[in-house]
């Protein structure tokens, strides 16, 4: 454990630090020629598979073939580590993006490469707001063919699978697209919650079937947030 700790802090995290910053830097200063967002995301692709190696992580991906890079999704999956995205982002050929809090839109150039990453703000403790920025994902979705990457529990859980928020379902259903449950196992023997001792550790991500939303009505988006919280569960071997 010892050896293990010394190997985090000497090595693992201070490359994990140098990586963030080289590849933040070099995304930063692509977004103010590249609108589209794609350079910065694939940037971000090498960034993530950059932190992944470093740390000793070997992705295992499951069910790959469900997924077309030619169209959008909104992906659903668990939440259990600060390493969950990197491993979703490195592996899935889609144009994703992701909801950032509102606040990281104010910092000085943070805020403006996150708007031309294409990346959308959220205030999750104001309703309104955060139907507002549902509602523009969903148009965006529609108009881009990107995918929107959501963990519905709203935060990181350390523990079993918690109820899901709507959001998830309600884009979905409003951008006219399937929803794909993604169940990811082992990130949280990487990085467990409130740690900053990175741990090498094998981690899978298990894609489930697109669940199509065509026909679906808004109200329809409590059985469709119960569907996916249960393929999730299904998917991380969870029993509900």
């Known amino acids: 454990m010892f050896l293990s700790r010394l190997r985090a802090y000497l090595l693992i995290d201070p490359l994990i630090i140098l990586v963030t910053t080289v590849m933040g830097t070099l995304s930063l200063a692509a977004s103010a020629f590249d609108r589209s967002?794609?350079?910065?995301?694939?940037l971000a692709r090498v960034w993530a598979r950059m932190i992944l190696a470093v740390s000793g992580v070997r992705v295992t991906v499951e069910g790959l073939e469900k997924l077309h890079g030619d169209r959008g999704y909104v992906l659903v999956a668990n939440h259990r580590s600060y390493m969950d995205t990197p491993a979703v982002l490195?592996?899935?050929?889609l144009q994703l993006r992701f909801f950032a809090k509102k606040g990281l839109f104010r910092?000085?150039?943070?805020?403006?490469?996150?708007?031309?990453?294409?990346?959308?703000?959220?205030?999750?403790?104001?309703?309104?707001?955060?139907?507002?920025?549902?509602?523009?994902?969903?148009?965006?979705?529609?108009?881009?063919?990107?995918?929107l990457l959501l963990f519905p529990e709203g935060g990181r859980v350390p523990a079993e699978l918690l109820e899901f928020k709507e959001g998830a379902a309600y884009l979905a259903i409003?951008?006219?697209?399937?929803?794909?449950?993604?169940g990811i196992v082992g990130t949280r023997e990487v990085l467990p919650v409130g740690s900053l001792h990175v741990r090498?550790?094998?981690?899978?991500?298990?894609?489930?079937?697109?669940?199509?939303?065509a026909g679906l009505q808004l109200h329809d988006r409590a059985e469709l947030n119960l569907t996916l919280r249960r393929?999730?569960?299904?998917?991380?071997?969870?029993?509900?």
Request: no cysteine.
């Open 174 to 182: 409003k951008a006219g697209v399937p929803a794909v449950p993604i």
């Open 90 to 93: 490195a592996y899935l050929p």
């Open 37 to 42: 967002g794609r350079a910065q995301h694939w």
């Open 200 to 213: 090498p550790h094998p981690v899978t991500v298990r894609i489930g079937d697109p669940i199509p939303t």
């Open 107 to 147: 910092i000085p150039l943070l805020g403006g490469h996150l708007r031309r990453a294409g990346h959308l703000p959220v205030v999750r403790e104001n309703p309104r707001a955060s139907l507002k920025s549902l509602s523009e994902g969903a148009r965006l979705i529609r108009e881009r063919r990107i995918s």
């Open 231 to 240: 393929k999730v569960a299904e998917l991380i071997g969870e029993i509900t």
